[in-house]
Structures are given as structure tokens and as C-alpha cells.
């Protein structure tokens, strides 16, 4: 009877990974595929060549030899604690060329780094002023540099070209 408590209890403590909800086993971030984001697929245009989408987006997790008009882009992402993501990007070919790009709703580049922060306040810092803020701004003083006096002898040269 003991024995079997004691094993229920481990069963206990595998299902919640923590052992009597103090002590949690690390557990690492699992980042597969492309991170791809919606500036990267609004940049891929059809038309583009196959060297000129890689330098866009990647190389791509899947080039099947069996379906080589389609590069697929997968992301997927696992973290303790989170919502596992997983987003998939489907660009199709046509005589090298791009014909089409199948997508999901993609966060942008700025949103994408904010979902895998650790730090959940990520305000980006603002780089640019209003032309309110720019108007409330004071003046700088206006500062009347001393005319500069050339420093020893004036010379004159003769002219470089012969007349």
C-alpha cells in the first residue's frame, strides 16, 4: 500500500512540473524555422527571383525536391509557461520566378519581438519630436562669435599660371 502511494506521488509531481509547487525544472525556449515577419512577406513580390526571396526571408526550412515551385517558411516556438507558436509561410514559383505568397496574419516585426521578450514592458523609444514638441522647445541662445583674426604675416604668392 505504501509503495503505491509513493508512485502516485511521483505521477503527482510529473504532471505538474514542480516539486510541491516551489521547485520548477528549467525548462528551455524550443525556436524552430523561420521567424518571419509581415515587413519580410510584404517585401516578397511576385516577379522576384528565388536568390532575391532568400535574402528577404531566409533560407527556407522546407525546399522539397518534389514540389520545387514551393518553399515553405515554418516557425514554430515553445516556452514554458506560454502558448506554443507556430506560423507557416508558403511561397509558390513559376519558372523561377515568384507567383504567389500564401500567409497567415503575421505580426510585425516590432510585435514579434515584444511575443519572445522575457520583459513584457518593450516600448520602443520614441525617436522623433511633433512639430508641437518641436514649437514648445526653447531657443537656443543666439551666440555672436568674435570675427578671427588671421594669425601671422599676410602673404600675397604670385599667381600659378603665367600670363
Avoid at 515568384?98 to 511575443?115: I, N, W
Avoid at 516600448?123 to 583674426?149: C, D, G
Wanted: glycine share 4%; charged share 30%.
Amino acid at each position: 500500500m505504501a509503495l503505491a502511494s509513493q508512485l502516485v506521488g511521483c505521477e503527482a509531481l510529473q504532471r505538474t512540473d514542480s516539486l510541491i509547487g516551489f521547485i520548477t525544472p528549467y525548462r528551455i525556449d524550443i525556436v524552430q524555422g523561420n521567424a518571419v515577419t509581415k515587413e519580410q512577406v510584404a517585401a516578397v513580390k511576385p516577379g522576384l527571383t528565388r536568390l532575391q526571396v532568400r535574402d528577404i526571408m531566409g533560407t527556407p526550412l522546407l525546399a522539397d525536391p518534389f514540389h520545387a515551385d514551393r518553399w515553405d517558411y515554418i516557425f514554430t516556438l515553445r516556452r514554458a509557461g506560454a502558448t506554443p507558436q507556430r506560423r507557416s509561410v508558403v511561397v509558390h514559383f513559376e519558372a523561377d520566378k515568384v507567383k504567389s505568397v500564401e500567409a497567415p496574419e503575421l505580426p510585425s516585426e516590432r510585435d514579434f519581438v515584444a511575443s519572445i521578450s522575457r520583459f513584457r514592458d518593450l516600448r520602443a523609444p520614441k525617436l522623433e519630436l511633433s512639430e508641437q514638441e518641436r514649437a514648445a522647445l526653447p531657443l537656443p541662445p543666439k551666440r555672436e562669435a568674435p570675427p578671427v583674426e588671421p594669425m601671422g604675416p599676410v602673404r600675397e604668392y604670385p599667381p600659378l599660371e603665367k600670363t
